[in-house]
């Protein structure tokens, strides 16, 4: 006869070792890429903003981090010599030096940045690790170049035959003299600052499954500029701010406007007010506009953010400016942003 006690013991033992096998299943199940990706968003600047987003998914889509993805995602543009505005093969300033400027951010508010670097194809990567590896910030000039090569980062030459050639191409006309705005006046075939032709940055902000933001902003900068200028990229609070508790922002444009603004900043702290991603971008504008009234009708700027719930909101000066948005439904989004102008100009 069994014995209805160790029959029910046994019985419960059973139920128990079913429930944990079931147990484990739903976790397995809960960390598949889908489920992983749940509530994770990308979104960066301009139509090249859709390579790098799908780039910064392949971490998102798995479960990753935020920072992982932003600064994985901006490594595309950095590395694609078809794109004069960002890392290898951007074009030179006036003295043919190609100087990289990128800035990196976590929602906790660890930073860091460099700016007037030379020969690195990575300057986002080298932020990261002033950011991880430093008690700084920012570094810059012959000093970022230094740490990032005691940091195992090659030494190459930035400058390709191509850049080579429209910087040759530029001189033949240029006034080659330091003048207030002169790289408004004397910007030859890539257009005027900021305009269609010369998108100066990419910046990228990511929310992951868990609730974690980061940003990333990276640039080689505005064609023809002087020697050691550094726009806004690299300052936190104008090309990039993140704040976890609120949201994130970035900048594209004319850099000194952004800094005179701490743009970046700007946006975000209007969003802790309580404004839209959108409603905060364009107020930013608005204030740019305001103290710049006649400047703003032929300069650009423009700012992207993302609040903590993966809300996105845009807004520019000038018509044109675009922003590319990634999560789970839909990895190719591309989006014009609203503007203050509505005709295009060249």
Partial sequence: MVDRRNFLKASLLG?????????????????????????????????????????????????GHALDAVEIGVQVPESDLKNH???????????????????????EGNCG???????????????RRVMERTPHVLLVGDGALQFALEQ?????????????????????????QPSINSEVRDYGKTGRPGGKDNHDTIGMLALDAHGRLAGACTTSGMAWKLHGRVGDSPIIGAGLYVDGEVGGATSTGVGEEVIRNAGSFLVVEL??????????CKEA????????????????????????DGEVG????????????????????LLPSQSVYTTNYS
Wanted: with cysteine.
């Fill in 85 to 107: 505005s960002v890392g290898k093969g951007g074009y030179p300033d006036r003295d043919g030096r190609v100087t990289l400027d990128a800035s990196i951010m976590d929602a």
């Fill in 15 to 63: 139920a128990s070792a079913t429930a944990l096998a079931m147990g484990g299943k739903l976790a397995a199940r809960a960390a598949t890429p889908a489920r992983a990706a749940a509530g994770a968003r990308v979104v960066s600047t301009w139509d090249f903003g859709v390579a790098a987003n799908q780039a910064a998914w392949g971490v998102l889509g798995k479960g």
């Fill in 152 to 176: 195992g980062f090659a030494r190459e030459n930035l400058l390709t035959p191509e850049a080579e050639q429209a910087w040759h191409e530029w001189l033949k006309t240029a006034h080659y």
């Fill in 271 to 280: 969003m802790r007010q309580g404004r839209s991603p959108h409603e905060a």
């Fill in 314 to 333: 845009a807004y520019a000066i000038q018509r044109g400016f675009s922003y590319a948005v990634c999560d789970a439904k839909k990895q190719d989004g």
């Fill in 285 to 308: 504008v608005m204030r740019i506009v305001r103290k710049r009234r006649e400047a703003s009708k032929t300069l650009q700027v423009g700012f992207l953010a993302m609040n903590r």
């Fill in 113 to 127: 940045a460099v700016a007037a670097i030379e020969h690195i194809a990575h300057p986002i990567s080298v932020a």
